[in-house]
T-cell receptor, first 109, second 113 residues
Framework: DAKTTQPNSMESNEEEPVHLPCNHS???????IHWYRQLPSQGPEYVIH???SNVNNRMASLAIAEDRKSSTLILHRATLRDAAVYYC??????????FGSGTKLNVKP | SAVISQKPSRDICQRGTSLTIQCQVD?????MFWYRQQPGQSLTLIAT?????????ESGFVIDKFPISRPNLTFSTLTVSNMSPEDSSIYLC??????????FGQGTRLTVV
């Protein structure tokens, strides 16, 4: 399965935008890029996903590079509640998610 | 969406014993999965719980250690057998219906002493 590379940790100030990068140089043409986050003491929750075009939803935006070898999750205004571990996942098989190490986001007030 | 209930939420068990974790979903789902999250680590997929047939295990996980049942489309169990302290982890159930978004339970925090 194709792997992703994310920074171990990032820090942001409250109410500022956050850009979380993910590298996936071995991505295949049919892999979707998914983002999940795990708040403390909770199971992961869906954030966003995309294939080739940039995507927006109420939680975040996903910017996908033209060659699809990298992507960026954008939180437009970070809040304290956004402090979590963010996972970038390539869906290699239709029905399985393989989690990488993720990025721990710390939001400062 | 899907609401997942896992029981127990936590347990402390003696080594050598077994614990069965239940996962109940509020509606029928096609796919159910079990994950393990060791302390301070990411999630590792244990197996896919198949309704009406044997579970499909990932590399490094075997049926004798982690037997799984899935009698219907809303329920599954994972048993952690002959436990050792190395099995202390959070075990999470995950389901998927639409083929895009996965939903996770809150997890079962297991401590083996």
């Amino acid at each position: 399965d194709a792997k992703t590379t994310q920074p171990n940790s990032m820090e942001s100030n409250e109410e500022e935008p956050v850009h979380l990068p993910c590298n996936h140089s071995t991505i295949s043409g049919t892999d979707y890029i998914h983002w999940y986050r795990q708040l403390p003491s909770q199971g992961p929750e869906y954030v966003i996903h995309g294939l080739t075009s940039n995507v927006n939803n109420r939680m975040a935006s996903l910017a996908i590079a033209e060659d699809r070898k990298s992507s960026t999750l954008i939180l437009h205004r970070a809040t304290l509640r956004d402090a979590a571990v963010y996972y970038c996942i390539l869906r290699a098989n239709f029905n399985k998610f393989y989690f990488g190490s993720g990025t721990k986001l710390n939001v400062k007030p | 969406s899907a609401v997942i209930s896992q029981k127990p939420s936590r347990d402390i068990c003696q080594r050598g014993t077994s614990l069965t974790i239940q996962c109940q979903v509020d509606s029928q789902v096609t796919m159910m999965f079990w994950y393990r999250q060791q302390p301070g680590q990411s999630l590792t997929l244990i197996a896919t719980a198949n309704q009406g047939s044997e579970a499909t295990y990932e590399s490094g996980f075997v049926i004798d250690k982690f037997p799984i049942s899935r009698p219907n489309l809303t329920f599954s169990t994972l048993t952690v057998s002959n436990m050792s302290p190395e099995d202390s982890s959070i075990y999470l159930c995950s389901v998927e219906r639409t083929g895009t978004e996965a939903f996770f339970g809150q997890g079962t925090r297991l401590t083996v002493v």
